[in-house]
């Protein structure tokens, strides 16, 4: 059964602190992606990577930076946490043009 | 104009109902098309695949029109469990990024 996994499913910090969210896929896929969810605007693409240590932004990448140093593994860092990404953040994983399996989200809120 | 655009409902519809959604998308040379449907509090799933010719797949019918951009999701007999979020999603391009509709959000009622 094919799984992606998320460190933390509910996360609270503060204003200016560094957040790393984490991701593992066990599939052996080599794209993996990082988005984030609000209410009205839908999903939206943070950062992708198709291969290790690649990574392409996306549609909303200021204040966040990855990381992917195993191709099982796909970091999200907030290097100052602001209150605007108050968020959902999901995590997905696909082979090439294939489907992408999602993880189970990362509620964070800052404070 | 958003690069995939849905109607966000909600859509609410008897047991028993037929019902369509639409999805319009801006780029002619998007590739491929996928429905995703994302319960609350969970994440997205995917329902099915778009193909060029239209397909099936039990109750759930999703079709192309790629004259007109967009693509459709049609769900026959409609059943409680159906009650979710349907995402459009559109991959463009030689990249794997894909992007999502803001989704719409189907209640079937008793």
């Known amino acids: 059964d094919v799984k992606v996994t998320q460190s933390s499913r509910y996360l609270v910090k503060r204003t200016g602190e560094k957040v790393f969210l984490e991701c593992v896929q066990d599939m052996d896929h080599e794209n993996m992606f990082w988005y984030r969810q609000d209410p009205g605007l839908g999903l939206r693409l943070i950062y992708f990577s198709y291969d290790v240590k690649m990574k392409e932004k996306g549609d909303i990448p200021e204040g966040y930076s990855v990381s992917r140093e195993k191709k099982e593994r796909f970091s999200l860092i907030l290097e100052s946490a602001s209150t605007n990404q108050t968020s959902m953040y999901l995590c997905?994983?696909?082979?090439?043009?294939?489907?992408?399996?999602f993880g189970p989200g990362t509620r964070l809120t800052v404070l | 104009r958003k690069e995939v655009e849905q109607d966000p409902g909600p859509f609410n519809v008897p047991e028993g109902a037929t019902v369509a959604f639409n999805c319009t998308y801006s780029n002619s040379a998007s590739q491929s098309f996928f429905w995703y449907r994302q319960d609350c509090r969970k994440e997205p799933k995917l329902l099915m695949s778009v193909y060029s010719s239209g397909n099936e797949d039990g109750r759930f019918t999703a079709q192309l029109n790629r004259a007109s951009q967009y693509i459709s999701l049609l769900i026959r007999d409609s059943k409680l469990s159906d009650s979710a979020t349907y995402l459009c999603v559109v991959r463009s391009g030689g990249y794997q990024k894909v992007t999502f509709g803001t989704g719409t959000k189907l209640q079937v009622i008793p």
């Open positions: 997905a994983s696909s082979p090439h043009g294939g489907e992408q399996f």
